[in-house]
């Protein structure tokens, strides 16, 4: 009871002089996350009779502007595949599945072997990710929900050539063992985003381009090429259509524009008559 919004006020000045694990100050959006979660309690003690009001409800925040989405042309996901195909196969494989389920850094660290199933069927239900102070975590995928991607032939053969590789190297491999991994033991999340960065650094791709920008270009593409949004959405592991309404909207541009070409030829016979009309 004692809480006002000015203390929570200072709570977000404060988190906003705080820095993530790369050093940089927290993001505004994650200062509104904090915010939120603490929200999240107090409304529930309002709702208790506790509270007679929510304090972070009269919080003012400061205005986020929603970041545009670097997103790869269909030409540039093509030379990017060609030098994939030149790394080593553990990272091979991995960036091969990124593109083709859209899945996250964390769902695809966490993927083990018995999560594969046949016809290409891959069962996503653990996420692994380093988080600050607390080393490699594993959890739920982000919406606490199993869901089922499936993985092109092409890839499920390398995922093959993986498995033989790990049992070359004398290996006893587990049906609950990590798929991506090495002798040492699972392989580290940040591993597979430093390695594609300077992927992209040699090859002059965008500096805005990110292991994230796999999953956006897999969301965009099944968008421009007829996928519904309710699929598209359940292969991204969303609890519904409005994330993705909200973020790719250059596929629903691109859907508008040929709504309006649906209408030229319905004008058409109209235009030919008003130019009839004034010649005569």
């Given amino acids: 009871n004692k809480l006002r919004p000015l203390i929570l006020e200072e709570m977000c000045a404060e988190l906003r002089k705080r820095k993530n694990r790369r050093g940089e100050p927290l993001c505004e959006a994650t200062v509104h996350k904090y915010l939120e979660t603490v929200s999240a309690v107090l409304e529930d003690a309002k709702r208790n009779d506790i509270l007679l009001y929510n304090p972070a409800h009269r919080v003012e925040k400061v205005r986020v502007e929603k970041p545009q ?18 790394e080593p196969l553990l990272y091979r494989v991995f960036y091969l599945t990124a593109i083709t389920t859209g899945m996250r850094r ?15 069927a891959v069962t996503v239900q653990h996420s692994r990710s380093s988080v600050l102070g607390q080393g ?9 929900r199993a869901r089922t991607v499936v993985i092109p032939d092409l890839v499920h053969d390398y995922m093959g050539e993986l498995f033989l590789e790990q049992a070359r190297e004398g290996r006893i491999i587990h049906p609950d063992d990590y798929i991506f991994s090495t002798a040492e033991g699972p392989a580290h999340p940040d591993s597979f985003t430093r390695r594609l960065r300077r992927l992209y650094q040699k090859n002059d791709f965008p500096a805005e381009y990110h292991l994230h920008t796999l999953r956006h270009f897999f969301a965009t593409y099944l968008l421009e090429h007829g996928t519904s949004k309710q699929v598209a959405a359940d292969l991204l592991g969303h609890a519904d259509t409005a994330f993705l309404e909200r973020t790719y909207c250059h596929p629903q541009d691109i859907c508008k524009e040929e709504t309006a070409g649906l209408f030229d030829s319905l004008l058409a016979p109209a235009e030919e008559e008003y130019y009839d009309t004034l010649q005569d």
């Fill in 106 to 120: 964390g769902e695809l660290c966490a993927l083990r072997w018995n999560d594969l199933h046949g016809g290409g």
């Fill in 69 to 86: 989405q670097h997103i790869p042309q269909q030409w540039e996901m093509q030379k990017l595949l060609q030098c994939i195909l030149q």
């Fill in 136 to 144: 490699i975590v594993e959890s739920s995928t982000k919406n606490h």
